[in-house]
């Protein structure tokens, strides 16, 4: 396994081992002993899914508030994505900064997302099985979300926003400045 580290404090990309031949690929995508050898040592309690069928489906920028934050360690099955976070720990020293990365069923890479990130991603192509792990449980009245077009936060997205596929909820999120004045994460305080 190789973990590669990122710009943003504390986030990590990680390449799993991958055995293929003609027939396909094997790679052991989890193992709690291989995790912690190298560092990351979560009790992961839910898994998600989801699946979105159309190119430029953006589903974000999500997180969950005060004690239900989750760590996630996200995959993608099928299809391409582009992952996006924004660090919103206040006191982190890459406090208010988002990054993006590729993840597909081409370069099998996962992504881990600590407690303290909102969390985004766009579809580039078609039939998307989009799977990941969480420290905690959701709790829907922990649900909260930063408004993908956000002018400070300027994320590059690759498609257009305003004719992204998006849920009724995804397109009513704060800005990040409203978002700052309640902003419920202290860098080491989660």
Request: charged share 25%; with cysteine.
């Amino acid at each position: 396994m190789k973990v590669i580290e990122t710009k943003l404090q504390d986030v990590k990309l990680i390449e799993t081992s991958l055995h293929g031949d003609k027939r396909g690929f094997f790679t052991e995508s989890y193992s709690v002993k291989d995790f912690k050898e190298v560092g990351i040592d979560f009790d992961f309690v839910q898994d998600n899914h989801s699946l979105s069928t159309e190119a430029g489906v953006i589903r974000g920028l999500h997180f969950q508030k005060g004690e239900s934050a989750q760590t996630k360690l996200i995959r993608v099955a099928t299809g391409v994505v582009l992952d996006v976070i924004v660090d919103i720990r206040k006191g982190s020293p890459t406090y208010g900064q988002w990054e993006g990365y590729i993840l597909s069923e081409f370069n099998h890479r996962q992504l881990l997302v600590p407690r303290g990130y909102a969390h985004a991603f766009v579809t580039l192509t078609p039939n998307v099985n989009f799977l990941y792990k969480c420290d905690h449980y959701y709790n829907p009245e922990a649900d909260s979300g930063i408004a993908l077009d956000d002018p400070d936060l300027s994320i590059d997205w690759p498609v257009d926003i305003s004719k992204a596929v998006l849920s009724e909820k995804d397109k009513h999120h704060p800005t990040f400045k409203e978002f700052e004045s309640e902003n419920p994460f202290v860098y080491g305080k989660i």
